[in-house]
C-alpha cells in the first residue's frame, strides 16, 4: 500500500499549504463557471433589439404584393396570382374587393382577348389600303404582248380540260405559253389549266395509260412480282401508297401476283417563290427536272417564312392544329385553319425530325392564299394541296427561295 497521504485519513492534520491549495481551485472553478453563466444566459436588451429590426424590414409577402407583374407579350398563359396577404384576407371577409385582385382579373380578361390565329380578312371584293400599297399582294409582271392565237389557245385548252381530254388541254395550254412574261397574270391562269390537265392524265380513273391513242408520259406500267407490296412498289418509282390506291382503284393493302399496277413515278422536287407566291413542282427523271405543274400559296406574315431547304417528314390527311402557345384545334374544329391535307416539313439536314407546326397545308378560306397573312406555313387551295399529298412522298425536297 502506498503511504502517501491524500488528505482523507482520519488522525492526520493537514497543512496550512493544503488549505490554500484547495481554497485557491474552488475560487477558479467559481469564477469560470460564473463567466461561462454570463455568456450563454439570454440578453433581453438584445432580444428587444432585433425584433424591432425585424418588425421594421418589410416582410416577403408584402414584397410580393407590391412587386409588378411582368407580361409577355410573346407568350399566352393565364397570369400568375400572387399570395394574399392578411390584409387582402381581411378586406375579403368584409365583401370589398382589393386593388391587387381586381388587376389580376383584368389581366385574366385581357388574356383572352389574344388571339394569335390570323387576323379577320376584308370581305371579298373589298380593296384594303394594304391591297392598294400592294403590301400583301404577290409581284404580278404586267405583260402586254399577250396576242389573239395565245388567248384563242388558252380558250380551247379550257374547253378540253371540261371535257375531260386531258392530253388535248395539256396540247393547247402549252402553245398559249409561249413567249409569255413569266409569272404575269395570263402566264399563271395557262398554267393553272396546264397543271390541271396533267394531273387528270396522271389520276386517270380508267387505269388506263393511254390518252387519246397516245401514250401518257406519266404513267407506266408494272407487273406484280413475288413479295410485292404497295408500300415497295412506291417506294421503289418515288410516288405514294395513297395514289397507287387511286390509280388502280384498290381498296385494300392486297395485291396479286401477275396483276398489273399503274404507276405515276417520281422523283419529286418542289421549289417556292415567296416574291410570285407560286409553288412549283418539278418532276425529276434521268433527263433532268421538267416543270410539271405550278400553284399560286399564301406565306407567313412579317417574313415569318423562312428561306431554306426542307423534306417532306410527314404526310397527315385530316390534320389536328398545333399552335406554337400549347393550344391543340382537333381537325373539323372551327378555329381549325389547315383544310383536308398538311405536308410535314423538317430541316433537309435532319428530315426525320419535323418542325413542330410547320408545313404545306390548304387553307379555311381560300382568299389567303397568294397572300402573306399564316404564321409561317405555306397555304394552297384545297384542290391543290390534294393533289400534291398524292403525288410526292416523304423525302420530297422543299425549297423556299425568295424570288
Known amino acids: ?4 497521504n491524500y488528505g482523507l485519513e482520519p488522525g492526520i492534520r493537514q497543512s496550512g499549504s493544503s488549505r490554500l491549495r484547495f481554497a485557491l481551485i474552488f475560487l477558479a472553478v467559481s469564477a469560470l463557471t460564473a463567466a461561462l453563466l454570463w455568456w450563454f444566459w439570454p440578453d433581453q436588451n438584445k432580444d428587444g433589439k432585433e425584433k424591432s429590426d425585424t418588425s ?3 416582410s416577403q409577402e408584402q414584397e410580393v404584393k407590391t412587386a409588378p407583374v411582368e407580361k409577355s407579350p410573346q407568350t399566352i398563359r393565364e397570369p400568375e396570382i400572387s399570395p394574399v396577404t392578411p390584409a387582402v384576407e ?7 374587393k382589393s386593388p391587387s385582385a381586381g388587376k389580376a382579373v383584368a389581366e385574366k380578361e385581357e388574356t383572352k382577348n389574344v388571339d394569335p390565329t390570323d387576323p379577320v380578312l376584308p370581305p371579298k371584293g373589298v380593296v384594303t389600303e394594304s391591297d392598294k400599297k400592294g403590301v400583301d399582294l404577290p409581284d404580278v409582271p404586267v405583260d402586254n404582248l399577250v396576242g389573239g392565237a395565245q388567248k384563242k389557245a388558252l380558250a380551247q385548252a379550257a374547253e378540253l380540260l371540261a371535257a375531260k381530254d386531258y392530253a388535248g388541254a395539256e396540247k393547247f395550254a402549252e402553245q398559249a405559253l409561249e413567249n409569255t412574261v413569266e409569272y404575269s397574270d395570263f402566264y399563271r391562269k395557262t398554267w393553272r389549266i396546264l397543271s390541271d390537265a396533267r394531273i387528270g392524265m396522271a389520276f386517270n380513273g380508267k387505269s388506263n395509260p393511254f390518252v387519246n391513242g397516245k401514250s401518257n408520259p406519266y404513267v407506266i406500267r408494272y407487273r406484280i412480282r413475288s413479295g410485292d407490296s404497295l408500300s415497295g412498289v412506291a417506294g421503289r418509282f418515288f410516288t405514294t401508297v395513297e395514289l397507287l390506291r387511286k390509280r388502280n382503284n384498290i381498296s385494300g393493302s392486297r395485291i396479286f401476283v401477275g396483276k398489273q399496277l399503274y404507276v405515276v413515278p417520281g ?7 415567296k416574291k410570285f407566291r407560286l409553288l412549283k413542282l418539278y418532276r425529276v427523271t434521268n433527263e433532268g427536272e421538267k416543270l410539271f405543274a405550278l400553284w399560286e400559296v399564301g406565306i407567313g406574315r412579317m417574313d415569318k417564312t423562312p428561306v431554306a431547304e426542307f423534306a417532306i417528314a410527314a404526310r397527315v390527311r385530316h390534320p389536328d392544329w398545333f399552335l406554337p402557345d400549347g393550344r391543340v384545334f382537333k381537325y373539323g374544329d372551327a378555329e381549325n385553319q389547315l383544310g383536308e391535307y398538311f ?12 418542325l413542330l407546326g410547320y408545313g404545306i ?14 404564321n409561317g406555313c405555306i397555304r394552297m387551295r384545297n384542290a391543290d394541296v390534294e393533289n400534291l399529298y398524292y403525288l410526292v412522298p416523304v423525302g420530297c425536297r422543299v425549297n423556299i427561295v425568295e424570288k
Open 1 to 4: 500500500m502506498s503511504n502517501y
Open 343 to 354: 405536308l410535314k416539313l423538317a430541316p433537309a439536314s435532319a428530315p426525320g425530325r419535323p
Open 90 to 96: 381581411d378586406t375579403a371577409k368584409k365583401g370589398e
Open 56 to 58: 421594421a424590414a418589410p
Open 267 to 273: 422523283d419529286w422536287k418542289i421549289v417556292v417563290s
Open 361 to 374: 397545308h390548304g387553307a379555311k378560306d381560300e382568299n389567303t392564299v397568294g397572300r402573306s397573312l399564316s
